[in-house]
């Protein structure tokens, strides 16, 4: 386990913790500032690394950017100030990403086939030459047997599944989940963190996966980066580097704990020193 503070904070482990072999940068923010209209500082002198083939997780208390932070890369929203880098090269990015809210965002009339079919279509894919893509991906997360059902005919964790497969169709280099199964029961959440480790493993996908579970981050995450609030910022780094792929029996191993006791103190101190921002001390 390794734990690296992020700006002047100290934290109780060393600053040098070698990290695991990290290939390409998919992208960069550097310095990035964000103030809403409202006056707002929703994030500040934001510096993060995305690697390519890794889950980040991005763990932090309510309000402290996390959200802000992903539409940004996403293209769906500005920057106050620094940069995003893309050592890629080029201007729009977006279709190198895939979004996937917490909400499914499923469109009601149209069956599972066809809301995963959803971002062939706005390129214009034709429905047949898409087929063999939408049900490809439809298997990958257990629902080919369900193509022809409705999003009304679906549990929760089936519509989140469907959510996932659709954006598995644009085979985005970067995948964002904005506490994509924080609405879910825990069952089905713990089911859906296998799932998304599996495809992730198979695919080689990148995923920055923001949520507020130290527990899930934990599991699914190859390194975490622990965020504070008022102003929202990456407080803490932090490695994960049990082996994969993850399994059920990681959740009940001695070092699971460790890890998710170490991530739970790191959150705890990020929002004591939020607090301590705003009393100001
Ligand atoms: N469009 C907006 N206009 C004004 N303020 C905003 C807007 N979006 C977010 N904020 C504010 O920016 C701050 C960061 O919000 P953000 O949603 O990024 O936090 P978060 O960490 O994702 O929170 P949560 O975990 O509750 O979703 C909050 O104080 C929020 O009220």
């Known amino acids: ?27 960069s923010l550097r310095d990035v500032s964000k103030v809403f ?17 890794e889950i980040l997780s991005l763990l932090g208390p309510s309000g402290c950017g996390k959200s802000t932070a992903l539409r940004i ?28 809210f917490q909400e499914p965002t499923l469109m009601p009339w149209a069956t599972v086939f066809d809301n995963v079919r959803l971002p062939s279509r706005l390129k214009g894919v034709s429905r047949n030459a898409a087929k063999d893509t939408v049900m490809h991906a439809l298997d990958n997360v257990g629902l080919s047997a369900f193509a022809g059902a409705y999003p009304r005919e679906l549990s929760g ?34 089911k859906l963190n296998d799932d ?19 527990f899930e981050s934990v599991y699914i995450s190859d390194r975490i980066v622990v965020m504070a609030a008022r102003p929202g910022r990456a407080f803490a780094e ?18 699971y704990v460790d890890y998710c006791r ?20």
């Open 196 to 214: 998304l480790i599996r495809i992730q493993h198979e695919l080689g996908w990148t995923v920055v996966f923001v949520t507020h579970s130290v």
């Open 73 to 100: 890369i996403a293209g769906l929203g500005d920057t106050s100030s620094g940069r995003i880098i893309w050592p890629s090269g080029g201007d729009d990015h977006s279709s190198d990403v895939g979004f996937v």
């Open 238 to 255: 932090m490695i994960v580097d049990a082996p994969r792929p993850r399994t059920p029996e990681f959740r009940a191993s001695a070092a």
């Open 157 to 190: 964790g089936m519509r989140m599944r469907v959510s996932i497969a659709r954006a598995m169709v644009t085979k985005p280099k970067l995948l964002l989940m904005d506490e994509p199964f924080a609405a879910l029961d825990e069952i089905t959440r713990q």
């Open 1 to 27: 386990m390794a734990l690296r503070a992020i700006g002047n904070l100290t934290l109780n482990q060393a600053a040098s913790a070698p990290r695991p072999p990290t290939p390409k940068t998919v992208v």
């Open 262 to 281: 170490q991530a739970s103190a790191t959150l705890t101190t990020a929002i004591g020193k939020a607090a301590e921002t705003v009393d100001g001390h």
């Open 37 to 53: 209209s409202s006056g707002t500082l929703a994030l500040e002198h934001l510096d993060l690394d995305i690697y390519q083939g």
